[in-house]
């Protein structure tokens, strides 16, 4: 069992402020930082491993493999408009990601993915709760989320983070919050 998940090499800027331990609903411990270049090799394990149905309710699509550029991009990041972190098991695994691109000044796009066996134990609410506080420190001053219509989970976590969910969009649903103004951040 490993104690510490910090990257052996940090890129500049990296924000270690966002290390944190994370304790399960069952009492388990996560450890949760950043994400780093050095971690395309488990995005890469995690994305190949993940079943059918996570994929299409985080990509919107069948699985693919991703190639060496777009593994990089996902693991390469400014810390300010584009921003990840993940949770790892005490075991090293790889255990949920969550993640903010901004699409236009102020404004920025989440996703987050959390292993199957891993689910139901409030790390998802907890890693978007850390997501928002890294957001609104940035001066992103809303979040909004693209989902499937039939994802209950992800419509239910979000509409406890205060999202107004199901707009509908095309095929998709959307989701959107205001971010606080003056930096408060609901846990
Ligand atoms: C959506 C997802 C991230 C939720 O992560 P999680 O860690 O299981 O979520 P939490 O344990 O924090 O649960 C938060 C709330 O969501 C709701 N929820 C969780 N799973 C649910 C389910 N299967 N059905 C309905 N509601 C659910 C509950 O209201 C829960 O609150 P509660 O524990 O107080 O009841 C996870 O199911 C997942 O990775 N899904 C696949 C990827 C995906 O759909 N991503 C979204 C598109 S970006």
Known sequence: MRTSFAPNRRPAGYPAEFE??????????????????DDAPMLQREIETADTETIYQRFFRAPVRL?????????RLDYDTR?????????GDGVAIVRYESTEPGVAEVAVVVRKEWRGL????????????????????????????????????????????????GEVSFAEKDLSPDGYVEI
């Open 20 to 37: 944190q331990w994370i304790e399960t609903a069952d009492g388990r411990t996560v450890f949760a930082r950043p994400v780093v270049p």
């Open 67 to 75: 190639d060496a550029a777009q593994l990089d991009r996902l693991c």
């Open 122 to 169: 409030g790390l998802g609410t907890a890693l978007l709760a850390s997501l928002e506080e890294a957001a609104v420190e940035r001066g992103i001053r809303r979040f909004t989320a693209y989902y499937l219509p039939d994802n209950a989970a992800i419509e239910a976590l979000l509409s406890d983070r205060g999202f107004t969910t199901g707009i509908r969009d």
């Open 83 to 91: 921003f990840a972190l993940a949770a790892f098991s005490t075991d």
